[in-house]
């Protein structure tokens, strides 16, 4: 889906993933790496302003991901 | 370590008085056999039901099965840490009602249990079709927490399972099979010119009800360890697996791993079998790195040449499937990975979720996406209906009039990554 969205209508995708790994040999660009699979976009064990740090943090991430240019496969760590 | 499997061959299951087995036929008496599994005050229901090969019963849905066993030297009981004193196992003498499995049902997770058919085209595809079975049908209390029931599911199939066999332990055994080896340096110095191998045996570690135990250790949180082989053949591992049924491996996989065995018959002659690795499959990417570098670490110390790795499930496992192949190869160790392969109905898409050029040598367990067609049974034992929740089940599965249309992976252990089936996938 990641492709096609920015093959089709070139729109840059974020990929926010647990397993990096996977994420590369899908061929997903941009790959922000998520927290674990049952939660990739949060941390449930910090409570809940822990967590909202853990979720914002990784928004932040999307985006300065989403703004930059790219010419291969990045992982935005 | 010398390990003696004193096995009664069973060929046929019936109710009885008095549980006993004799002349190949297991007699259970079905109330004080219940009254064994109730003791737990946390199932408001439990009832027991017989399966045989080649009857007209569908089972429905399966969580766990276990070979009744029970020690018949050191402190008795089985499974250490459940239903025997916490010790080291895999030495001394263990009486097996071969033939013969408890099988667990219960709807836990509702959609990561699995099917038996003991007869027609679905039987073929699992083991327990040609087992006599003795099936554990229960209800947890209302509002019992998930965990709660899959603990005192688990924990009550291997209570009644020993609890069978501590009633049969006097029965003369059939045939004894013996397993025996020293330790690493003792049979290296006996074998220095033979090739040094490792197993890695891989295992849903993920917890939400996704575990294996290991001495009744949820080994999820825990490093990768050592065990001798005969230590995996005589109860060290238990699953507590809620997942997909067709590639878990049930309890009765573990003391059967066809890895370990074909590994130990080759021992002293083609081979020199170092051990088994009991490792994580994690939820989180570090995880993964850890475990299979320390898959790697433990192979180095030991001086393995060559390892199998076998994964549990599909999906994010196979990127630790991936890391361990490259992790051994890239230390000049040989890899022999065994999966099964999620290739869609049409056996089309790519079958592993990740891919590395490490992996250059791959067996194949099956498709766990092929589609089967299973007629309808004279006899349901269980929810039939569960199969619109299972994983390979959908809600049009089950017909009105009782036949299904399903994937592979709704039956138990039907592409079992141990390798303990028939089924693979041809060259093309």
């Known amino acids: ?77 | 370590m010398r390990l003696e499997l004193h096995k009664v061959k069973v060929r046929d299951v019936q109710w009885g008085e008095k549980t006993c087995v004799k002349d190949g036929v297991l007699y259970v008496n079905k109330q004080a056999a219940i009254n064994c599994v109730k003791e737990e005050e946390r199932f408001a229901k439990v009832d027991l039901e017989l399966a045989r090969p080649g009857e007209s019963t569908r089972i429905i849905p399966i969580k766990d099965a276990i070979e009744p066993r029970v020690k018949l030297t050191g402190k008795g009981g089985y499974y250490p840490g459940f239903s025997a004193p916490m010790g080291r196992c895999g030495d001394g003498k263990t009486f097996v009602l071969d033939g013969a499995a408890v099988l667990t049902c219960g709807p836990i997770v509702a959609f990561q249990e699995g099917f038996v058919d003991m007869s027609g085209p679905g039987a073929v595809y699992t083991p327990f079709s040609a087992t006599q079975n003795i099936i554990m049908v229960v209800e947890p209390i209302k509002d019992l927490d998930p965990h709660q029931y899959e603990l005192i599911l688990r924990e009550g199939g291997l209570k009644l399972a020993v609890w069978l066999a501590e009633q049969c332990k006097d029965a003369p055994a059939d045939v004894v099979e013996v397993f025996e080896k020293g330790t690493v340096p003792e049979e290296s110095a006996k074998y220095p010119q033979l090739p040094k191998v490792i197993y890695v045996c891989m295992n849903i570690t993920q917890g939400l009800l996704h575990d294996t135990y290991v001495y009744a250790a949820d080994i999820r949180p825990s490093l990768p360890t050592l065990l001798h082989p005969n230590e995996v053949l005589d109860g060290a591992m238990v699953s507590g697996n809620c997942v997909s049924a067709c590639d878990k491996n049930t309890t009765w996989h573990h003391v059967h791993n066809p890895i370990v065995a074909a590994l130990y018959a080759r021992h002293g002659k083609e081979l020199n079998f170092l051990g088994v690795i009991p490792t994580q499959e994690s939820t989180v990417m570090d995880g993964k790195l850890r475990a299979s570098q320390m898959n790697l670490s433990i192979a180095r110390e030991l001086g393995a040449e060559g390892v199998i790795v076998s994964e549990e499930g599909y999906g994010n496992p196979d990127t630790d499937l991936c890391l361990n192949a490259r992790n051994f190869e890239n230390a000049g160790i040989k890899s022999v990975v065994v999966s099964d392969e999620a290739a869609g109905t049409d056996g089309a898409s790519q079958s592993l979720a990740d891919a590395t050029p490490e992996m250059t040598a791959f067996i194949s367990t099956g498709n766990v996406n092929e589609m089967l067609e299973v007629p309808a049974m004279d006899k349901v034992i269980g929810w039939p209906e569960t199969i619109a929740h299972l994983s390979g089940g959908a809600a049009e599965s089950l017909r009105e009039d009782g036949s299904m249309f399903v994937e592979m992976q709704a039956i138990i252990a039907s592409t079992a990554e141990i390798g303990f089936n028939r089924v693979g996938c041809e060259w093309i």
């Open chain 1, 1 to 77: 889906m990641t492709r096609e969205i920015e093959n089709a209508a070139g729109i840059p995708v974020v990929q926010i993933a647990t397993i990096v790994p996977i994420m590369l040999t899908v061929g997903a660009n941009r790959i922000v790496p998520g927290v674990a699979i049952p939660h990739p976009t949060g941390s449930p064990e910090l409570g809940k302003a822990g967590d909202k740090a853990t979720r914002r943090e990784l928004l932040l991430r999307a985006f300065k991901a989403m703004e930059t240019e790219i010419t291969y496969q990045t992982v935005f760590e």
